[in-house]
């Protein structure tokens, strides 16, 4: 079926009611966007050195909260729920003086995760990618939630479980 113009038709009281068409963010059209928006985001940063984008960045304020921890720890482990390819990924190393001690893991569906690791390579020990939540209590300091738990059917016992994996900041 052919993409007709229209995203949203009617009255539904879950996602998972909605007729879907395609893959969504599993498909091909939603992994080459976020390439291409991944690659302008690092032209980005390469270019702005002395005003990195993570000044610019509005969607949320994990660089802010990311160099507070650091600061105050040496150290910043972040999980990013649903964080696509890594798009606040460079915002947030680039708001940090330094990038030693920072580990940066990002949860999405393995199509993404594929994608991401290709675009990152494997020589890069960031960003990490998984497709399953971890299961040791604790281990983050932050637990970013950018645009997705809106998409969980069961998102009470999802965040149940990413609260048990921060110390601190979700």
């Known amino acids: 079926m052919a993409y007709d113009g229209s995203i949203w038709e009617g009255v539904y009281r879950s996602f998972s009611e909605v007729p879907a068409v395609g893959q969504g963010f599993d498909g091909e059209m939603w992994i080459s966007k976020s390439i291409k ?7 980005e940063v390469e ?3 002395l005003l ?11 660089p802010l909260l990311a ?9 910043v482990r972040i999980l990013d729920f649903g964080g696509g390819i890594g798009f606040a990924y ?20 393995e199509s993404v995760c594929k994608a991401g690791r290709k675009f990152f390579g494997t020589t890069n020990s960031n960003p990490y990618f998984f497709n399953e939540l971890p299961k040791t209590a604790g281990m983050y300091d932050i637990i970013h939630l ?15 479980r990413l609260c048990a994996l921060s110390r601190k900041y979700l």
């Open 37 to 43: 928006k991944i690659e302008a985001v690092l032209e």
């Open 47 to 49: 270019e702005n050195a």
């Open 52 to 62: 990195p984008p993570a000044s610019n960045y509005r969607e949320c304020l994990l």
């Open 67 to 75: 160099a507070l921890v650091y600061n105050e720890n040496g150290a």
């Open 90 to 109: 460079y915002q947030t190393i680039c708001g940090l003086k330094r990038t030693e001690g920072v580990e940066y893991h990002i949860i999405e569906q």
């Open 146 to 160: 950018g645009s997705a738990i809106h998409y969980v059917g069961e998102w009470k016992q999802l965040l149940s």
